[in-house]
């Protein structure tokens, strides 16, 4: 079996473990359990919580230590063991704490997956930014194949998305053991600092403007992203609620209908390579912040009727809005630090999007939604998405301005060691 279909097959695993719940645990918290609102927003924030620390510990403990390859499949194996226990909590206190646990052992695993595949492409002489993207993208379809799972088994409000997810992690922790070899790093000098010999060389990245800045702006659109994870199947949900939509195919099929954005990023993965190439991190990555304001304003304007091209649309254009910043910036980090601190690096990436920016986000879209947008008949979807809107805006204008980088075609990588 060809390495690239190896990876491909974690890349499918990776993502099918998570798409199997994310989308839909809402359902599952306010239909099934009837638990209250208020306290929903804590469910995501544990994504956050565990990414603050977990993929920076594990990409030193890769980098310094243990084959990522096999750190990857423990950690794997744990989070399914996790997710089983999940049906069998029955109050929202308790679902917390368990969910975090899970996300402890999964979070890290989405920068390993980059640090395995990257390193076994490298290894086999293959282009990182060439032949990732169409390998990554089997990431995405996995995903879908999830929530269509899911959706179509019945199971979007009920507890089998959890056990569905616990297999497939399970598998996939077993298999990874079998994938080529990602040993750590180790420095030959005995004169090692105390920092190098704790493996937190990666936090130098932040000495450097550029990087830091770019880890700044990721945290912003890190928020960006759980907001629509958080509430986009929820908002196509709460169409129910007026009798004019309440039996449309929006409202039956919402999960399906949110898989679009997933289906659009299999697209724009594929066009990664040819838009970091002619245009180069700063426009990709501005490209990426006009999507996300294009995601949200369709959805303050779109229904399940006269307006669902807009719905439709808004899941498009999210395909542009992830990929553009979340897998060119994998790759740009992958391209700007040393091979040796390029698990930790990877995981400092994930610290600042999906740790301190999904934390952002849960906090202050809570606060906000709760306390300016609810009412008495429900939530007002047309200025939360409006107002999700303008703080993409304001983020992409702040980037256009602040981030300097000049863009070499002919040599899109850059080392920086220090």
């Known amino acids: ?5 190896r ?16 989308i839909t645990v809402a359902n599952y918290w306010f239909g099934t359990k009837g638990w209250d609102g208020a ?20 990409g030193i403990i890769a980098d310094r230590w243990l084959n990522a390859e096999k750190l990857y499949g423990i950690l794997h194996i744990l989070g399914g063991l ?46 990182v930014v060439k032949d990732f993207p169409p390998i990554r993208v089997w990431g995405t379809i996995g995903f879908i194949a999830a929530m269509w799972i899911t ?34 790093q180790r ?32 945290m912003f659109l890190g928020a960006a992203l759980q907001l629509t994870n958080a509430y986009g199947d929820v908002f196509l949900d709460d169409f129910k609620l007026n009798p004019i939509y309440s039996d449309s195919f929006v409202v039956k099929y919402s999960t399906i209908i949110m898989s679009i954005s997933q289906i659009s990023e299999t697209v724009f993965i594929l066009a990664i390579p040819f838009f970091l190439k002619h245009f180069g991190i700063k426009k990709v990555m501005l490209i990426s912040m006009i ?38 910036g994998s790759l740009f980090i992958e391209t700007s630090t040393d091979s040796k601190i390029r698990s930790s690096a990877q995981g400092l990436f994930m610290m600042m999007t999906n740790g301190f920016g999904a934390i952002f986000g849960s906090v202050v879209s809570g606060y906000l939604i709760d306390h300016y947008f609810t009412t008495a ?17 304001v983020i992409a204008i702040a980037f256009a301005i602040l981030f300097k980088h000049k863009h070499n075609p002919e040599e899109i990588k850059e080392t920086i060691t220090h």
Request: charged share 10%; with cysteine.
């Open 187 to 218: 420095e030959t000098s005995e004169n090692k600092s105390f920092i190098k010999l704790l493996g937190l060389s990666s936090f130098k990245l932040f000495a450097n403007y550029k990087l830091a800045l770019f880890f700044v702006f990721s």
């Open 7 to 22: 990876l491909i097959i974690m890349n499918f695993f990776q993502f099918f473990v998570w798409g199997a719940w994310l």
């Open 291 to 328: 999507a996300w304001v294009l995601r949200f304003g369709f959805f303050a304007y779109g229904n399940p009727s006269e307006g669902l091209w807009m719905i439709i649309l808004s899941c498009i254009v999210y395909g542009m809005a992830f990929d553009f910043f979340n897998i060119s």
């Open 377 to 393: 008949t429900g939530k007002d979807w047309h200025n939360i998405w409006l107002t999700f809107a303008i703080y993409s805006l």
């Open 1 to 5: 079996m060809s390495i690239k279909v």
């Open 151 to 184: 959706n179509l088994s019945g199971s979007k409000a009920s507890e089998n998305q959890f056990y569905i997810a616990a297999i497939a992690a399970v598998f996939l922790g077993i298999y990874s053991f079998t994938l080529p070899k990602c040993e750590p």
């Open 39 to 58: 306290q929903f927003g804590a469910i995501f924030s544990t994504m956050g919580i565990a990414s603050i620390f977990m993929p920076t510990l594990c």
């Open 82 to 127: 996790t997710l089983i226990v999940v049906p069998m909590v029955n109050n929202p206190i308790s679902f917390f704490w368990v969910i975090l646990v899970a996300m402890v052992f999964y979070m890290p695993t989405i920068a390993l997956s980059n640090s395995v595949a990257y390193n076994a492409l490298k290894k086999s002489d293959l282009d």
